[in-house]
């Protein structure tokens, strides 16, 4: 079994700040790793994954995230923030393998103030 | 845009009827997956269908039942319905059988039990 913790339910920032969504796993089997947007009313957009090779791995948008097999983390970053970028973000894993079944965390809602 | 299409976009339904919840996957993709997000909260996996086969359940009860269609178009079926069932319903689709393809999700059907 697998399970995801985002440790906040909420950031505000104000624009042109750097920001960071934290993201926690926990997994007996070693996993994929995975950040997801949603825009109000909208689907899931994938931003960024991890699959294996270089734990610092880039995104659209100019989102980073950072693997690290430790602490068991995932956490999402971008250095400059816009008012786009106001949405819920979702961290996700999946075991390996070819069958992608995801396992969510509860989400943060990101919100960009002027 | 991502090819996954969903119907209808929103639902009212009453306690104990019976709802069909429709999913036309992305051009070239053989997997489906279903999720329910209920507000506030997550995407939790329901069940996955590859190859018009169930490839995966998640911890839902057998009243939601699916299928997948030859041309792996997908339905999500859900009998006797209570009010708990209201949440936004997303559909997923990827190629099967290949460890680091992208699942590409759907707009998702609202819907409502009154």
């Known amino acids: 079994a697998q399970s995801v913790t985002q440790l906040d339910s909420q950031v505000p920032v104000f624009e042109e700040a750097p920001v960071e969504l934290r993201c926690n796993y926990s997994s007996s089997v070693s996993v994929y790793l995975f950040w997801y947007v949603q825009y109000p009313n909208q689907g899931l957009q994938l931003l960024l994954k991890y699959l294996s090779g270089s734990t610092l791995v880039k995104g659209i948008n100019g989102f980073e995230a950072e693997f690290n097999k430790s602490q068991t983390s995932f956490h999402l970053r971008k250095p400059s923030v816009h008012i786009s970028d106001t949405a819920e973000y979702f961290c996700?894993?999946?075991?390996?393998?070819?069958?992608?079944?995801?396992?969510f965390g509860s989400g943060t809602q990101l919100t960009v103030l002027p | 845009e991502t090819g996954v299409t969903q119907s209808p976009t929103h639902l009212i339904k009453t306690r104990g009827q019976q709802v069909t919840l429709r999913c036309s996957s992305q051009s070239g993709h053989n997997t489906v997956s279903w999720y329910q997000q209920a507000l506030g909260q997550g995407p939790q996996f329901i069940f996955q269908?590859?190859?018009?086969?169930?490839?995966g359940r998640g911890n839902f009860p057998p009243r939601f039942s699916g299928l997948q269609f030859p041309n792996y178009s997908s339905e999500l079926n859900v009998n006797a319905l209570e009010l708990d069932d209201s949440a936004l319903y997303l559909c997923a689709s990827s190629l099967g059988g290949q460890a680091n393809t992208e699942a590409f999700f759907g707009q998702g059907t609202r819907l409502t039990v009154v």
């Open positions: 996700a894993v999946s075991h390996r393998g070819p069958a992608r079944q995801l396992t």
């Open positions: 269908y590859y190859r018009e086969e169930e490839n």
